[in-house]
């Protein structure tokens, strides 16, 4: 009985840092910085 407890709850925390991850990666896919002047095409 323990030990199905304790899949229980690393499978919990495993789906709470995927989707952790998921979300942050998501985040930085969006961000999109300023074009320096100097990289523009005239």
């Given at each position: 009985?323990?030990?199905?407890?304790?899949?229980?709850?690393?499978?919990?925390?495993?789906?709470?840092?995927?989707?952790t991850?998921?979300?942050?990666a998501?985040?930085?896919?969006?961000?999109?910085?300023?074009?320096?002047?100097?990289?523009?095409?005239?």
């Open positions: 009985m323990k030990k199905k407890n304790l899949w229980t709850l690393l499978a919990a925390v495993a789906t709470v840092f995927a989707t991850m998921a979300t942050s998501c985040i930085y896919f969006f961000y999109q910085p300023e074009e320096p002047e100097s990289l523009r095409e005239k």
